[in-house]
């Protein structure tokens, strides 16, 4: 129930291409959604988060999905550049006071030049 | 303004011998998060501290493991007696109340138990 499942494992895109990392989720008391970015050696960075309210959410290059019935969430990368390889957590909490993330797997992206 | 930072950035220790690890979270966030990352079990949630108390302690492994808060600000984890298995990198993350759910996170404590 506290899961969050990620797929892929890894993903290779060329250069300008989309990438897609999907997640599900059991538990509907989840209401936050975030994605990080991580590059090796460093923390996890805040990318993009949305709520269950809105089915979509964009930031620059960066957009999420969200079907709130399918209990699944998305992360589209657009126009994909090298720089943006690196491991891709999505993660999900609930309004339980402490909101602590459940994570996923991660993905390693790799985008070619 | 500075970030979440965490000391030391990497730590070895043999087994058997205790460690802390450190945490500075950003000025002014009342919620402060430990989680592990492992190989084994990717991103796993330890402990959250609201001001000074810890009112989730689930995610702690064993009670070799604990963690204090003091002056509503620096964290500060111990493991006791270390194990092979508590190899992996310890992260920090704060937290304001006045944006429910964006936790921002540190540089971690890798720490290898020889």
């Known amino acids: 129930q506290q899961q969050v499942k990620q797929s892929p494992q890894s993903l290779i895109v060329q250069k300008g291409g989309i990438s897609i990392i999907n997640c599900a989720y059991e538990?509907?008391?989840?209401?936050?959604f975030p994605w990080y970015q991580q590059f090796p050696g460093k923390g996890p960075a805040l990318l993009i988060a949305i709520r269950p309210d809105v089915s979509e959410k964009k930031e620059g290059r960066f957009t999420i999905s969200f079907n709130k019935s399918a209990k699944q969430f998305s992360l589209h990368i657009m126009d994909s550049q090298p720089g943006d390889s690196a491991t891709y957590f999505c993660a999900a909490s609930e309004n339980s006071g402490t909101y602590k993330y459940i994570f996923g797997t991660g993905t390693r992206l790799k985008v070619l030049a | 303004g500075a970030g979440v930072s965490q000391s030391p950035s990497n730590k070895v220790t043999e087994k058997g011998k205790d460690v802390e690890l450190r945490c500075d979270p950003i000025s002014g966030h009342t919620a402060l998060y430990w989680y592990r990352q492992s190989l084994g079990q990717g991103l796993e949630f330890l402990i959250y501290f609201q001001g000074n108390s810890a009112p989730d302690k689930s995610g702690l492994p064993s009670d070799r493991f604990s963690a204090e808060r003091t002056g509503g600000s620096v964290s500060t984890l111990t493991i006791q007696r270390t194990q092979q298995e508590d190899s992996a990198v310890y992260l920090c993350?704060?937290?304001?109340?006045?944006?429910?759910?964006?936790?921002?996170f540190g540089p971690g404590t890798r720490l290898t138990v020889t």
């Open positions: 538990n509907t008391a989840f209401d936050y």
């Open positions: 993350a704060s937290s304001s109340q006045g944006v429910i759910g964006e936790q921002y």
